[in-house]
Structures are given as structure tokens and as C-alpha cells.
């Protein structure tokens, strides 16, 4: 089992921008996903991005082109930039492991607690 520990939140206003840090336990030695998912008041959990262990990267329409996923190994940390933020990123943000590549919350387990982001003026 890993261990996720999710920061960078905060609060920031339109148009602005936010790094969240994923601190993995390990990253495990065979082939392996971890996801960026959000959360936000009332609505269900969603697919944010995901990086695999050779390179992989996918993003969920609604994010392309101003979330970037990269990735740290000696830092064991896999990190989220979100540009252009809106009010409709508002959300807890978390982090988890996966075995398959997608962004089907199904796939994945092993649950950080998030970190909360909110966008407002």
C-alpha cells in the first residue's frame, strides 16, 4: 500500500495559478499510474490528470492546455501546475496509485486526503 500526501492548496483569485505537490511513499517497481483527481461541493470525484511510469500523460478535457503533470522520482513527488485557474476548479484536489492508465476513478486506490483549492475574487 502507498502512502499520498497532497499540498499547494489555497485559496487564489481568476487567472491564477497553483502548484500542487503529490509526496509519494515509493513509487512501486513495476508499472504504475498516479492520478491528480478533484472533488468539489455535491458533485462526484473526477479524473483531473494522470502521469504513468513511462511517460504517459493524459488530461481531462476541461483542464487541457492550462494543467501540466510532471514528475519528480528523487523527490518521490509528482506535481500538478494549474494555469488560468477559474471558480470551476474549486475543489479538493487528491492524488492516487493505479495499475491501468486512464482517468477512470475505479482504477485507482490508495487515497491522499487532499488539499483544498478555491477559486474566488
Known amino acids: 500500500q502507498l502512502q499520498f500526501v497532497e499540498s499547494g492548496g489555497g485559496l487564489v483569485q481568476p487567472g491564477g495559478s497553483l502548484r500542487l505537490s503529490c509526496l509519494v511513499s515509493?513509487?512501486?517497481?513495476?508499472?504504475?499510474?498516479i492520478g491528480w483527481f478533484r472533488q468539489a461541493t455535491g458533485k462526484e470525484r473526477e479524473g483531473v490528470s494522470c502521469?504513468?511510469?513511462?511517460?504517459?500523460?493524459l488530461y481531462a478535457d476541461s483542464v487541457k492546455g492550462r494543467f501540466t503533470i510532471s514528475r519528480d522520482n528523487a523527490k518521490k513527488t509528482v506535481y500538478l501546475q494549474m494555469n488560468s485557474l477559474n471558480p470551476d476548479d474549486t475543489a479538493v484536489y487528491y492524488c492516487?496509485?493505479?495499475?491501468?492508465?486512464?482517468?477512470?476513478?475505479?482504477?485507482?486506490?490508495?487515497w491522499g486526503q487532499g488539499t483544498q483549492v478555491t477559486v474566488s475574487s
Open positions: 502521469i504513468s511510469s513511462t511517460g504517459g500523460i
Open positions: 492516487a496509485v493505479a495499475s491501468q492508465f486512464g482517468l477512470s476513478e475505479s482504477l485507482y486506490r490508495d
Open positions: 515509493r513509487f512501486p517497481s513495476n508499472y504504475y499510474v
